[in-house]
């Protein structure tokens, strides 16, 4: 597959933003509260520190950084972490976050990394390392392409593969949109394609996760309906479908699913 055919083949579909938007603010109450991760613990850290992606004169770029918790880990170890994300309310999580533990040395700003101009923002190669963990930032050939622009080091991006989302897909199946899914399979796929065919020698990386989510009937009514409103517009009886559905299932007001994937990371210097 050559590179224009990736091109043509791995672009932006039409979203509803705003329905984005709405979902990952309704998320950021609940994804603050987990507990910030670790170079003992996690995984991903541990990658970026074996391969010696970073060290104390590094410039971060976080792409999709919600509320900060890698920048934030990584701050203590490099000269600058900066974080973009399109949810304003997982920005301002992340600065409070980062002013409670006194982390002067990492910022973070609202951004649509889909529309950014890296000129403009003077981000070409600017940065030693870039990093996107599951992130819905980067769906496109072209807004894959920009992890590299935008550094001179090491890019880092993540990707939930072969998952299973048993309410989400319930969901689906109530509002005709079964076909659509979180998985990135094919994304990884055009993602090595595009690098090896740029000359580039990418590395592959595994985990497998599961995610135990808990949410009250208004935070999963936030999230599972504009979930579904990302892929389409939603009829006011799709969404009282949608909301009766989550309150058959709910368990003293909350909604549980249980959500198991391979989180699936593509590394490459640039």
């Known amino acids: 597959m050559t590179v224009e055919e990736i091109l043509e083949k791995w672009s932006l579909k039409n979203q509803n933003k705003q329905a984005g938007v709405a979902m990952w603010n309704s998320m950021a109450e609940s994804f603050g509260e987990h507990e910030a991760p670790t170079f003992e613990d996690d995984h991903f850290l541990r990658l970026l520190q074996q391969h010696h992606m970073f060290n104390q004169d590094s410039l971060v770029l976080d792409v999709g950084s919600g509320t900060g918790q890698y920048a934030l880990a990584l701050a203590a170890h490099c000269k600058e972490v900066v974080g973009i994300d399109f949810s304003p309310s997982m920005v301002e999580i992340a600065k409070q976050k980062a002013a409670e533990k006194n ?8 951004a ?6 890296l000129k403009k923002q003077e981000w070409e190669g600017k940065f030693d390392l870039v990093i996107a963990r599951l992130t819905p930032a ?21 990707k939930p593969t072969r998952r299973t989302d048993p ?8 509002v005709g949109i079964q ?19 740029q000359g580039r020698l990418p590395y592959l990386d595994y985990e497998q996760q599961r995610w135990e989510m808990k949410k009250t009937l208004e935070q999963a009514y936030g999230l599972y309906i504009n979930r579904m409103k990302t892929y389409r517009d939603l009829s006011p009886e799709e969404e009282e479908r949608i909301k009766q559905y989550l309150q058959s299932i709910a368990k003293d007001g909350l909604v549980y699913e249980e959500v198991n994937t391979t989180v699936t990371t593509i590394y490459w210097r640039v």
């Open 103 to 110: 982390i002067p040395n990492a910022s973070f700003q609202w």
């Open 167 to 174: 309410v989400s897909d319930e969901i689906r199946k109530l």
């Open 112 to 117: 649509d990394w889909h529309e950014l101009d």
């Open 138 to 158: 980067v769906q496109s050939a072209g807004t894959f392409l920009k992890l590299s622009q935008a550094s001179r080091g090491w890019c880092v991006w993540s």
């Open 179 to 197: 076909e659509k899914h979180e998985s990135s399979d094919v994304d990884i796929l055009y993602a090595f394609a595009l690098l090896w065919q």
